[in-house]
């Protein structure tokens, strides 16, 4: 399993980016999807989850109402919509996939597989 992920950039503070996770070498609509970030000196955190075959979608308080996760099965690919970006928001951000007969979203780190991480940056 490759995952790519793609998007990244420096925007302004309440500005968007939308995030990619494109996967080869399997079918994506197959695999949990995850979205971490972790910033400088701080620990990588769970920004975004979307189950396998319900698309039930879950968000850390930090993120809510903020982040959306979406997936196209037909492209292979995993998007995390981010809005209202702020200065904390700033991050690396991975993409990670795991097979799963749960119809839950995936929360924990414990992924099998982890794309490289793109840069977001957020200014003031």
């Known amino acids: 399993v490759q995952l790519q992920a793609s998007g990244g950039g420096l925007v302004q503070a309440g500005g968007s980016l939308r995030l990619s996770c494109a996967a080869s070498g399997v079918t994506f609509s197959d695999y949990a999807v995850g979205w971490f970030r972790q910033a400088p000196g701080k620990e990588r955190e769970l920004v975004a989850a979307i189950s396998w075959s319900t698309d039930i979608t879950y968000y850390p308080d930090s993120v809510k109402g903020r982040f959306t996760i979406s997936r196209d099965n037909a492209k292979n690919t995993v998007y995390l919509k981010m809005t209202s970006l702020k200065p904390e928001d700033t991050a690396e951000y991975y993409c990670?996939?795991?097979?799963?007969?749960?119809?839950?979203?995936?929360?924990?780190?414990?992924?099998?597989?982890w794309g490289q991480g793109t840069l977001v940056t957020v200014s003031s």
């Open positions: 990670a996939a795991m097979l799963s007969d749960s119809t839950w979203p995936i929360v924990h780190p414990g992924y099998e597989h």
